[in-house]
C-alpha cells in the first residue's frame, strides 16, 4: 500500500477534530485502527497465499463446522450477501478447495464444506494469520492488551444490551 494510501485510512480520525465528542473520536479511532489491521492482513494474505481476506473468512467459518455449512449460513455468518458467498465459493471449488452439495432435504440449499487440501491450507494461512496479529498488536505490551480486551468487552456488553432494549 502506498504511502498516501495509509494516510488516507488514518485521515478518519482527523475529519472529526478536536473538538468532537470523545465517544465520536473513540469510534473513529476503532475504526482506524481496524483498518489499519485489515490493510496490512489483506496485503500479507495476497503476497504469502495469494487469497483475499473474504476468502479466509470464509474458509475459516468451514473449518469451525466440519460437517460444512449451508451457504445461506455462511451468508448470515459473514455478513455479506448469498451472492458474495456463491462467488467465494465457485472460486474455492474450482481450486478444489471447497465442495459444495446439494441438500437432500431442500434442492435450493447447498451445503460447503472444506476438502482436505482446503483444511491443509487453511491450517497453513491460520498459523500465519495468528502470528500477523501477535505482530501487528505488538504495540502494547501484555497488560495494555488485557486492559483494552476488558474496556472494550465492558463496552460491547452495552452495545449488546443497547440492541436488545432497541429490539
Not at 469510534?27 to 496490512?40: H, K, P
Not at 476468502?55 to 455462511?74: C, I, V
Request: hydrophobic share 35%; charged share 30%; aromatic share 4%.
Amino acid at each position: 500500500m502506498s504511502r498516501s494510501n495509509l494516510d488516507n485510512v488514518g485521515d478518519l480520525e482527523l475529519r472529526s477534530g478536536a473538538s468532537s465528542h470523545m465517544g465520536l473520536r473513540l469510534w473513529l479511532r476503532l475504526l482506524t485502527t481496524t483498518n489499519l489491521v485489515q490493510t496490512a492482513l489483506r496485503k500479507r494474505l495476497r503476497a504469502e497465499f495469494d487469497t483475499t481476506l473474504p476468502r479466509f473468512d470464509l474458509m475459516a467459518q468451514l473449518e469451525r463446522h466440519p460437517d460444512g455449512l449451508k451457504m445461506s449460513e455462511l451468508s448470515r455468518r459473514l455478513m455479506v450477501t448469498g451472492g458474495n458467498v456463491t462467488g467465494i465459493t465457485d472460486q474455492l471449488e474450482k481450486e478444489g478447495l471447497v465442495t459444495r452439495t446439494e441438500d437432500p432435504n431442500d434442492r435450493r440449499a447447498y451445503t460447503v464444506r472444506l476438502t482436505p487440501s482446503g483444511r491443509t491450507l487453511f491450517d497453513r494461512m491460520a498459523v500465519a494469520h495468528e502470528q500477523w496479529i501477535v505482530e501487528l498488536l505488538g504495540g502494547l505490551d501484555l497488560d495494555e492488551k488485557a486492559r483494552v480486551h476488558q474496556k472494550l468487552g465492558k463496552l460491547k456488553s452495552h452495545l449488546l444490551d443497547t440492541l436488545k432494549r432497541d429490539a
